[in-house]
């Protein structure tokens, strides 16, 4: 009764429209983009005027092409035992693919194909559990647990607690935590600078450079699974021995109108929607990339090798063992991350990357990792100050009230939410916003969803009126919080 009162009055009162989120598309807020840098020094140069890379959203669904054989774009969405994966991002203003960053015996040239090229990882976790899936080092050190922090953001729910909150916490040892290494993510869309990029085809002025209002088509090994998976392998065609990181295509789209890039990668998840893409009759499982290759044929490497597993790769791989393609054909449930940024104009190597935005459902400020922002977060946040400042971890080593990164831009501290380089009382949030029951600084639905839950169990957050009882006058002072909306 009481979740229907609300619900309507916030409907009448507050002029929210309900609806629940679609299935299989991630959600990032527009304008949060910041540039992290990653280079000893924090002062890697970027072209002048340069706009940070701003996520706005990724979806990830089943999909059906209409003409397979000619274009995997057009069609239609299917919810379950889907033949493809259809991959979407979509990205504000113009992006451009990215150029080579001098690995693997490429030159430097990371802007070739435009003045804003994307660079970064989405990973996708495609079993839904946290515990198999990720990167050992080094690659693990690129990935989105050991730079969300950069952004003073953390996870939202238990996978937080992995998250790399200083330097201190990367190291070779996989055992010691936090074990950020263990994404849960198995594939990724990479977009790492790492191997060539070939336009397959253009439009516009056919200069090779991506401009307003241009679609590309461009091949590269984007799609990959995780490269800790290598050693259990045994697929061939690919970068190496073991890897799973076909020749793909991606499209990139410009539209002129809204002033956003789309970049979809459409893939085979079954060898029968390879074979459909090809024209030609199924294929067997073989492990080549040079023919047919799908999701399912990387699957089942995985699960054959997870048998054969031993160390740390037992850990990322225990779960893999005795499952089956057919339980992973509904991508729309599958766990995303996101972290993107761009490149420096000059080769720092790896510390090239000058990340921007990350994604998704993460909290601001949220220090001690519990989930919430309250007042625990600023008692976590003073004592850090308090044990810290003027000690072996602070940089300037005076008593000053504020501790320094040592080494900044290629290390970085959680607390430091401004990315100055110092943690001071000036990367302390504001209060938090009582009716932001979520902590992500904006009041939407999800706030109310947040906050029936606390009534109904009782949480002390939801006692609005402070008399420790729980009823219509806590909703009615929720509904004035939330009308008087986050300062």
Known sequence: MIARVLLTMLGVCAGTVLASPTSGEWIDATGDAVIRRTDLGNDAPLPPGFEPIDLLSVSVRGWIPSSPTTDLYSGSFENDDADFVRIQMVLAGLVSPPGPLGFNGLGYNPYQFGDRPIFGFIGLDIDHQKNSGGELMPMAQYQYLANVGRFGLSPSGSIADRMVRDGDDVNSNFYSGPQFERSGAEFSLAFCGCFATTIVSQDGDMDSFFDSGETWEISGRFFERMQSFIPLGGTFGGSEFGSFDPLVELRFEHDAWTDETTVTLVFPITNHGAALAAGESDQPLDGSLLNHTSLEEAIDDLILGADFASGSLSVLVDEWTGQHVDDYRQPDRWEITALLGSASTTDHGFASYIWTDTGFDELTGDFNLDGFIDGLDTITFTDYIDEHDGGSE??????????????????????????????????????????????????????????????????????????????????????????????
Do not use: H, K, Q, W
């Open 394 to 487: 602070d940089g300037d080593g005076a008593v000053n009230g504020e501790v320094a990164v040592i080494d900044f831009g290629s290390e970085f501290n959680f607390f430091d939410l401004d990315y100055d380089g110092v943690v001071s009382m000036a990367d302390l949030p504001n209060e938090p916003c009582p009716a932001d029951f979520t902590g992500e600084g904006t009041l939407d639905i999800f706030d109310v969803f947040a906050f029936l839950d606390a009534f109904n169990l009782g949480d002390l957050r939801a006692d609005f009126t402070g008399d420790t009882l729980f009823d219509i006058f806590d909703v009615f002072a929720f509904l004035d919080a939330f009308n008087a909306g986050c300062p």
